[in-house]
């Protein structure tokens, strides 16, 4: 069973668990806005995945807190990332021992299918 993280009005997301769905994938979504993620797993991530890939700068959360002008160091923006969950990019999924983050349809494909 696949672990995925995000929140559940995410278009993102959404085409995410469409697409496990409709190839019958058994996942469990962890919805950010129900339970926090944890700093320890953000850390976990993040040996994984670059932060500029996990940091979303482009969230309506990045712009309310107005980061951009805060021009952040990666230690900071793992911060936030655990401080502000909504930060992640979404979505975030575990898969065997790797750490898959965003929806693209192909290489979505190429290693579940």
């Not at 995000?6 to 997301?13: E, L, R």
């Not at 996942?27 to 993040?46: A, M, N, R, T, V």
């Not at 002008?69 to 990332?81: A, M, R, S, V, W």
Request: include cysteine.
């Amino acid at each position: 069973m696949l672990d995925i993280y995000g929140i559940k009005n995410c278009d993102s997301v959404k085409k995410a668990l469409k697409f496990f769905k409709q190839n019958d994938i058994p996942y469990k979504l962890h919805d950010f806005k129900e339970d926090s993620i944890s700093c320890d797993k953000i850390q976990q991530w993040l040996k994984d995945v670059d932060i500029k890939l996990l940091f979303n700068s482009r969230s309506t959360t990045y712009r309310t807190l107005k980061l951009k002008e805060k021009n952040l160091n990666d230690d900071e923006k793992t911060q936030y990332l655990c401080d502000e969950n909504l930060l992640i990019k979404r979505p975030v999924i575990e898969y065997k021992d790797t750490t898959i983050v965003g929806f693209d349809e192909e290489k979505y494909r190429r290693t579940f299918l």
